[in-house]
T-cell receptor
Framework: AQRVTQPEKLLSVFKGAPVELKCNYS??????LFWYVQYSRQRLQLLLR??SRESIKGFTADLNKGETSFHLKKPFAQEEDSAMYYC???????????FGPGTRLSVLP | DAGVIQSPRHEVTEMGQEVTLRCKPI?????LFWYRQTMMRGLELLIY????????DSGMPEDRFSAKMPNASFSTLKIQPSEPRDSAVYFC??????????FGPGTRLTVT
């Protein structure tokens, strides 16, 4: 069965420090991976997806099929990046969509 | 488009009462998802519909929960009878053909 894991429930970094939010997945087919972000008391919104290979708000994520990972990275964290981040997987033809448990990122001044 | 619309935004009810949450997906989206979010359990998928048909309801906690999608522009999630442990934020999301999900603002449910 498909599964998404995010080992860190909480990650605290100082402003300007690099940040990496880890995501690993298990899926037998060819998944599509996403990162969603939820700012305080707001709705979840898509941050980026692996097929677009773009950088959003300075964040990037590379799909590593060998390690089955899709870690989210940003070289210099900002205080406004503080939020809940969810890694998500969509299976073949959009079936079997699953979210990871989420990581709360706290960027300290 | 106004995005995914959910109502009510907040609901406070007493244990044992029936609760109905409503969702209007984005026009043209053919998939709709209901999620529950709590501090303890994170984001849980309850059920999702494709072309108004329930595809996977394995996440529905128990028979007290039911969901319907009578047409492409409306869905309900009903809890009857409600219990304090149902207190959570319930999100509805709709999805387009690119598989990106668009979330509604959520309904914060408190059962006392």
């Amino acid at each position: 069965a498909q599964r998404v894991t995010q080992p860190e429930k909480l990650l605290s970094v100082f402003k300007g420090a690099p940040v990496e939010l880890k995501c690993n997945y298990s899926y037998s087919g060819s998944p599509e991976l996403f990162w969603y972000v939820q700012y305080s008391r707001q709705r979840l919104q898509l941050l980026l997806r692996h097929i677009s290979r773009e950088s959003i708000k300075g964040f990037t994520a590379d799909l590593n099929k060998g390690e089955t990972s899709f870690h989210l990275k940003k070289p210099f964290a900002q205080e406004e990046d503080s939020a809940m981040y969810y890694c998500a997987l969509s299976g073949d033809y959009g079936q079997n969509f699953v979210f990871g448990p989420g990581t709360r990122l706290s960027v300290l001044p | 488009d106004a995005g995914v619309i959910q109502s009510p935004r907040h609901e406070v009810t007493e244990m044992g009462q029936e609760v109905t949450l409503r969702c209007k997906p984005i026009s043209g989206h053919n998939s709709l998802f209901w999620y529950r979010q709590t501090m303890m359990r994170g984001l849980e998928l309850l059920i999702y519909f494709n072309n108004n048909v329930p595809i996977d309801d394995s996440g529905m906690p128990e028979d007290r929960f039911s969901a319907k999608m009578p047409n492409a522009s409306f869905s309900t999630l009903k809890i009857q009878p409600s219990e304090p442990r149902d207190s959570a934020v319930y999100f509805c999301a709709s999805r387009d053909s690119s598989y990106e999900q668009y979330f509604g603002p959520g309904t914060r449910l408190t059962v006392t």
